[in-house]
């Protein structure tokens, strides 16, 4: 939900990214670096949940002076260099946290030290000086710090399995009570089902309502399941299960962040879960990864990025043996050359997603897939001819999509009706076009998307000079009434 009151600007805030820091990863990706990372900090004994997405944040200059845990991995890992060489504001300037002073600074080789009665977690002197999992930067308002507690507690009493198992439960996963209620040193089945079920939730709860408020929640689960990945296993077959089921939901975790706009975490999400599939040779896994950043890409602005990532998917995708898979992945090809204006690569790609969708489902179709049948067919044939310009076109494949929808995605039905509303409005027809955007107002009590509140913007703005069509007035004035839910 949106803050009533907008926070100034700090004077003091970086005004640029933090390129030191950024040279130091060299070309290596966020998420290798962030692997490196972690596993300096288990040589000094430390336990930090780093992933693509600290490192993003700490690059773009968000996170100004780590906490003190990443600060004695960071000066263990470049030994000799102060926070300062590394790029970050002096602890002294950074304000709210009750730093130490700089000759407290704990020593970079030193491992944790021992806690006594007194650091007690709940103590707000251990709150001030010793939060070892709290990545956040101080002036950060949107960080929800619940979640960060509840990492932090879980880290504190057990191994990477038992805060796994105690993580994966924001959204309300079904986890083996004995996975919380005892330290496990090697994740096992039970942790690796809990982590299926985990991507299967998520992808359940935003079918039917969208990614807007399920996005910060989700993060939890899946720092939760990297340190599964951490932990190690006890058997092959579990190590397998755990990096395909962290890859997958990082995915859905990228899909929540794309969904609701903020398509630099996407980037990064969906970074992590390819460095993920190629470590381990999983080209379902790699398949997926690519069809996500191609779908990114397009949105994002970038059609020729879209194009490459969805051929790089077929490739990978090929030896799979699903043509359902290939069907989508040519749809995410043709919806890069749309972004391109190329009509007939378009065409050709269309053609190609038709044939192979024709060839009907098989055993091999990927699980994430249950969303694709002919309703997001015609879905995304429709957002191809928009980008086109031809509205008559993308208006019959967009109603088309409504209609075949199954009740049960209720956020399709929404985004569907929204592409159909701006095609009409765009093509010259008014009255329709209000009405579908009446329609899509109903559901959004049900669905929160800023990609489909975002569409009805737009058709809004398309609308306006037709205040006196049949219908139009009264979409209008619902929609300017209508909050926007952050």
């Known amino acids: 939900m949106a803050s009533s009151t907008v926070t100034p600007p700090r004077p003091d805030r970086p005004p640029r990214p933090n390129l030191a820091f950024r040279q130091l990863r060299g070309q290596r990706s966020p998420a290798e670096f962030a692997a490196l990372v972690r596993r300096a900090a288990r040589e000094i004994d430390e336990r930090v949940s780093c992933d693509a997405r600290y490192i993003g944040r700490v690059e773009a200059g968000e996170i100004r002076c780590p906490n003190y845990a990443y600060e004695r991995v960071f000066l263990h890992m470049f030994p000799g260099r102060t926070l300062t060489d590394l790029g970050f504001a002096p602890r002294s300037s950074v ?81 083996e009570a004995s996975a919380t209620e005892r330290p496990v040193r090697r994740a096992g089945g039970s942790q690796a089902s809990a982590l299926e079920e985990a991507v299967r939730r998520i992808r359940l709860l935003d079918d039917r309502h969208g990614a807007d408020g399920l996005y910060r929640r989700a993060a939890t689960p899946l720092r939760a399941a990297y340190a599964l990945l951490d932990a190690g296993a006890t058997r092959q077959a579990t190590a397998d299960r755990l990096h395909s089921g962290a890859g997958e939901l990082a995915i859905s975790v990228g899909w929540l962040a794309h969904d609701s706009g903020r398509f630099e975490d996407a980037r990064s999400h969906y970074a992590e879960a390819l460095a993920t599939a190629r470590m381990t040779g999983d080209n379902a896994l790699e398949a997926h990864a690519f069809c996500n ?75 994430w897939m249950s969303f694709y049948g002919e309703a997001e067919l015609e879905g995304l044939e ?24 199954d009740p049960h995605f209720t956020r399709n039905i929404a985004l569907y009706t929204a592409e159909l509303a701006d095609d009409l409005a765009r093509g010259g027809r008014p009255d329709e076009a209000a009405a579908a955007g009446l329609r899509v107002l109903d559901l959004l009590g049900q669905v929160q998307s800023s990609r489909i509140q975002t569409m009805l913007a737009g058709t809004a703005r398309v609308l306006l000079p037709h205040r006196r069509a049949s219908g139009v007035s009264e979409f209008l004035e619902r929609h300017a009434s209508t909050p926007r839910k952050v």
């Not at 602005?301 to 799979?320: D, I, K, M, S, Y």
């Not at 928009?386 to 076109?393: I, N, Q, V």
């Open 95 to 175: 304000r709210g946290r009750g730093a130490r002073p700089d000759d407290e600074t704990p020593p970079a080789h030193i491992g944790r030290p021992a806690r006594s009665p007194a650091d007690a977690p709940g103590t707000d002197e251990t709150r001030r000086t010793y939060e070892p999992y709290d990545t956040q930067d101080p002036y950060d308002t949107h960080h929800d710090h619940e979640e960060s507690d509840v990492l932090r507690r879980a880290f504190m009493t057990g191994g990477g399995a038992t805060v796994a198992a105690a993580s994966l439960g924001p959204l309300g996963f079904a986890l």
């Open 293 to 367: 950043t191609a779908f990114l890409a397009r949105d994002a602005g970038r059609p020729r990025e879209a194009v490459r990532a969805a051929q790089a998917a077929q490739r990978v995708a090929r030896p799979l043996g699903s043509p359902r898979l290939m069907s989508l992945l040519a749809l995410r090809e043709a919806g890069g050359w749309a972004g391109l204006a190329d009509r007939t690569g378009c065409e050709q790609a269309l053609a190609r997603a038709q044939a192979l969708y024709e060839r009907g489902a098989t055993d091999a179709d990927p699980e």
């Open 382 to 405: 429709a957002q191809c001819w928009s980008t086109l310009g031809d509205w008559p076109r993308a208006a019959r494949h967009a109603r088309r999509a409504a209609e075949l929808q």
